[in-house]
């Protein structure tokens, strides 16, 4: 195995837990590809191929898997320097991979949807003889023995593992700052953050280093990420996936199989295009034995719809919490193209639905699940000279007092709260929210730490005017943590300096493919994908 590492470069950790082609270029030489119908500019390269048509392409032998992975490899070597994305990387195991993944089609065997194609998977999620850190210093050798429920079933679908993606230490903030590996940077602009926590894996998918990367997300970590770089990513029903082997080696959590998170958190794809979400979802959705919460569900296609006959509610604002000029006018913009592709579409909001307890009650049942693992000491110093910063943010609570009755309270107002939005959905097919305050901001630095946790006193401009670190980035995405909606984003548009702008789809409950498929027909008619320029 090779490992390459690039140099090591509110709020908090007090509260934390939210996070929370052409040609072809393949081992130096250009490779003519079939100008067939359907490959469009962005699509002129290995690199830029949706995983989809690249896995196609490698089963009915128009590209072979090892020529995919040496351009991959090749675009790693050109670029992760800069960016910092990939911070394990397993070139020869790939080549290995794809060897034998090139010999088995030779014999007329197909492994699965996926082979052949080059993928990676945030590096906290167990891969068996691939090291695995949640970018945390006492897991920096750490090397698990065995794969994640995730990891095995792509691994099954017959792809060649890449390497493993940059995050924040336990995976616990909205940027991507390493104390192993150092800061992730973005694409679009290497001054700005790609977002976090699976940062890394949305900057390496915009600029063509894999085809495709695993994340999770627990308050945004795949859908800011995934706005903040221009790409697709899916936020899945909770319980879709399962969460067998994320975050392995920390304490607790190999002996028994230990699970902290048992609500809010799930894992899912970042990728160029909805068909290559679609594709993954399939494959890593679905019972578990490792994972009782995993129920079956029906993951068909659903039946077709037209353009006219969706209902599509919006909206730009939340609880009041300001975003961008540029970011209202893009999801106005978005919501007007709709409209004249024929949808129904309307600015509405759910009834009984109130922000503050929304937000209020993500924070408490993040305290419940993932405060007791702070020691007594650290939460009451975190108390003590935290109260200034966090008292006006009611996703914070990770320093408040545990009783099992609070807990069982807030279960049973998400519940309440579930429900609200689950009835409101009853009424439109899907509800469009901004995915954050702001498009990707400049590198903020933490004023301090407390044991792993990032404190940020500094907040995030929201055209010129300072709002709090942890307000500014997760307002818009916890909200879908605490009801377990799935959610899509899609990007819709760029600012005046050229940096994305996506949205948040959200659907209902248990329909996933249904919400995959009309945030499909919304991207076709009224999106903006594009891929960073000078990739």
Same mark, same amino acid.
């Given at each position: 195995?090779?490992?390459?590492?690039?140099?090591?470069?509110?709020?908090?950790?007090?509260?934390?837990?939210?996070?929370?082609?052409?040609?072809?270029?393949?081992?130096?030489?250009?490779?003519?590809?079939?100008?067939?119908?359907?490959?469009?500019?962005?699509?002129?390269?290995?690199?830029?191929?949706?995983?989809?048509?690249?896995?196609?392409?490698?089963?009915?032998?128009?590209?072979?898997?090892?020529?995919?992975?040496?351009?991959?490899?090749?675009?790693?070597?050109?670029?992760?320097?800069?960016?910092?994305?990939?911070?394990?990387?397993?070139?020869?195991?790939?080549?290995?991979?794809?060897?034998?993944?090139?010999?088995?089609?030779?014999?007329?065997?197909?492994?699965?949807?996926?082979?052949?194609?080059?993928?990676?998977?945030?590096?906290?999620?167990?891969?068996?003889?691939?090291?695995?850190?949640?970018?945390?210093?006492?897991?920096?050798?750490?090397?698990?023995?065995?794969?994640?429920?995730?990891?095995?079933?792509?691994?099954?679908?017959?792809?060649?593992?890449?390497?493993?993606?940059?995050?924040?230490?336990?995976?616990?903030?909205?940027?991507?700052?390493?104390?192993?590996?150092?800061?992730?940077?973005?694409?679009?602009?290497?001054?700005?953050?790609?977002?976090?926590?699976?940062?890394?894996?949305?900057?390496?998918?915009?600029?063509?280093?894999?085809?495709?990367?695993?994340?999770?997300?627990?308050?945004?970590?795949?859908?800011?990420?995934?706005?903040?770089?221009?790409i697709y990513g899916i936020k899945p029903t909770e319980n879709l996936?399962?969460?067998?082997?994320?975050?392995?080696?920390?304490?607790?959590?190999?002996?028994?199989?230990?699970?902290?998170?048992?609500?809010?958190?799930?894992?899912?794809?970042?990728?160029?295009?909805?068909?290559?979400?679609?594709?993954?979802?399939?494959?890593?959705?679905?019972?578990?034995?490792?994972?009782?919460?995993?129920?079956?569900?029906?993951?068909?296609?659903?039946?077709?719809?037209?353009?006219?006959?969706?209902?599509?509610?919006?909206?730009?604002?939340?609880?009041?919490?300001?975003?961008?000029?540029?970011?209202?006018?893009?999801?106005?913009?978005?919501?007007?193209?709709?409209?004249?592709?024929?949808?129904?579409?309307?600015?509405?909001?759910?009834?009984?639905?109130?922000?503050?307890?929304?937000?209020?009650?993500?924070?408490?049942?993040?305290?419940?699940?993932?405060?007791?693992?702070?020691?007594?000491?650290?939460?009451?110093?975190?108390?003590?000279?935290?109260?200034?910063?966090?008292?006006?943010?009611?996703?914070?609570?990770?320093?408040?007092?545990?009783?099992?009755?609070?807990?069982?309270?807030?279960?049973?107002?998400?519940?309440?709260?579930?429900?609200?939005?689950?009835?409101? /959905?009853?009424?439109?097919? +899907?509800? %469009? *929210? !901004?995915?954050?305050? @702001?498009?990707?901001?400049?590198? #903020?630095?933490?004023?301090?730490?407390?044991?792993?946790?990032?404190?940020?006193?500094?907040?995030?401009?929201?055209?010129?005017?300072?709002?709090?670190?942890?307000?500014?980035?997760?307002?818009?995405?916890?909200?879908?943590? /605490?009801?377990?909606?799935? +959610?899509? %984003? *899609? !990007?819709?548009?760029? @600012?005046?300096?050229?940096?994305? #702008?996506?949205?948040?789809?959200?659907?209902?409950?248990?329909?996933?493919?249904?919400?995959?498929?009309?945030?499909?027909?919304?991207?076709?008619?009224?999106?903006?994908?594009?891929?960073?320029?000078?990739?």
């Open positions: 195995m090779i490992r390459m590492m690039w140099s090591k470069g509110v709020v908090v950790s007090i509260a934390c837990t939210w996070l929370l082609f052409g040609f072809l270029f393949c081992a130096g030489k250009a490779v003519a590809l079939d100008e067939s119908p359907g490959v469009n500019p962005e699509e002129s390269r290995i690199v830029f191929l949706p995983a989809h048509r690249l896995a196609d392409m490698i089963r009915t032998g128009r590209i072979s898997s090892t020529e995919a992975v040496e351009a991959y490899l090749e675009q790693i070597e050109r670029h992760n320097p800069g960016l910092n994305a990939i911070v394990t990387l397993d070139a020869e195991g790939a080549r290995k991979r794809a060897r034998e993944a090139d010999e088995a089609l030779k014999r007329g065997e197909i492994w699965g949807p996926l082979h052949g194609v080059p993928v990676t998977f945030k590096d906290n999620y167990a891969t068996a003889g691939l090291r695995t850190t949640n970018s945390h210093p006492p897991l920096a050798e750490y090397v698990p023995d065995f794969d994640a429920t995730v990891v095995e079933r792509i691994r099954k679908a017959g792809a060649v593992i890449l390497g493993k993606t940059n995050l924040p230490q336990i995976a616990m903030d909205y940027q991507t700052r390493s104390p192993v590996f150092g800061v992730a940077n973005n694409p679009w602009d290497v001054n700005r953050t790609p977002g976090g926590s699976t940062g890394g894996g949305a900057a390496a998918v915009a600029t063509g280093m894999t085809a495709l990367c695993m994340g999770n997300d627990i308050g945004g970590s795949i859908r800011i990420p995934s706005h903040f770089c221009g996936v399962s969460k067998h082997g994320i975050s392995p080696g920390m304490p607790r959590m190999d002996s028994v199989g230990y699970r902290s998170v048992r609500h809010l958190a799930c894992s899912g794809p970042l990728a160029r295009s909805i068909e290559d979400l679609i594709l993954s979802l399939r494959i890593i959705a679905g019972p578990d034995l490792k994972d009782q919460d995993v129920p079956v569900v029906c993951l068909d296609d659903p039946p077709p719809r037209e353009m006219k006959d969706l209902r599509i509610a919006w909206t730009d604002d939340f609880g009041g919490i300001t975003v961008t000029e540029e970011t209202s006018r893009a999801i106005q913009e978005f919501a007007g193209r709709l409209a004249r592709a024929g949808c129904t579409v309307e600015r509405a909001q759910p009834e009984n639905f109130d922000p503050e307890i929304v937000w209020s009650t993500y924070g408490r049942i993040m305290d419940m699940e993932l405060g007791p693992y702070n020691p007594p000491l650290m939460r009451f110093v975190n108390f003590l000279f935290g109260w200034s910063y966090r008292k006006d943010v009611p996703m914070i609570r990770m320093v408040y007092p545990i009783t099992f009755d609070k807990y069982m309270t807030d279960l049973t107002r998400r519940d309440a709260l579930t429900a609200s939005l689950e009835e409101f /959905l009853q009424e439109w097919d +899907v509800w %469009v *929210t !901004p995915v954050s305050t @702001t498009p990707a901001y400049p590198h #903020i630095e933490p004023k301090t730490y407390f044991g792993p946790y990032p404190v940020y006193t500094q907040g995030v401009s929201v055209d010129g005017t300072e709002i709090n670190y942890l307000v500014a980035n997760s307002a818009y995405t916890t909200v879908f943590n /605490l009801t377990g909606s799935p +959610v899509v %984003v *899609t !990007p819709i548009a760029y @600012t005046e300096d050229g940096m994305p #702008i996506g949205v948040q789809i959200a659907g209902k409950r248990w329909r996933d493919m249904e919400l995959l498929t009309i945030a499909g027909m919304l991207d076709k008619a009224a999106g903006a994908y594009r891929t960073p320029p000078g990739y």
